[in-house]
């Protein structure tokens, strides 16, 4: 069973910060995307953000372009995601989730084949 090991998530007012993070099995190298997507209350699951990890290239979904940074370091297996200027709508089950590296371009959720347990990340207005 593949296992991704998530944290950061929590409760934060309008207008914070969260740093999350998702470290992926060893094997998990060169030739997967690593992403992050959510899941708002009463809703489908969503795109967030995505990387490379041949080429560290960042993907983000519209609503997340300017306030938020995708980051890794293979070494430590590691994924970041910093999320700024928080607003409500952010609200929801963070997951992290790893697919085949073309996956990041479009960030569909199905494509995407293992998968974190999530955690939550609550912002109050």
């Known amino acids: 069973q593949v296992k991704f090991l998530e944290s950061g998530g929590g409760s934060v007012q309008a207008g914070g910060s969260l740093r999350l993070s998702c470290r992926t099995p060893?094997?998990?190298?060169?030739?997967?995307?690593i992403a992050w997507f959510r899941q708002p209350p009463g809703k489908e699951r969503e795109a967030v953000a995505g990387i490379r990890l041949d080429n560290s290239s960042p993907y983000y979904a519209d609503s997340m372009k300017g306030r938020a940074t995708i980051s890794r370091d293979n070494a430590a297996y590691t994924v970041w995601l910093q999320m700024d200027a928080l607003i409500p709508q952010d609200t929801g089950v963070y997951y992290c989730?790893?697919?085949?590296?073309?996956?990041?371009?479009?960030?569909?959720?199905?494509?995407?084949?293992?998968w974190g347990q999530g955690t939550q990340v609550t912002v109050s207005s």
């Open positions: 989730a790893a697919g085949p590296a073309r996956r990041c371009l479009m960030l569909e959720p199905s494509s995407f084949n293992y």
């Open positions: 060893s094997y998990f190298v060169s030739g997967n995307c």
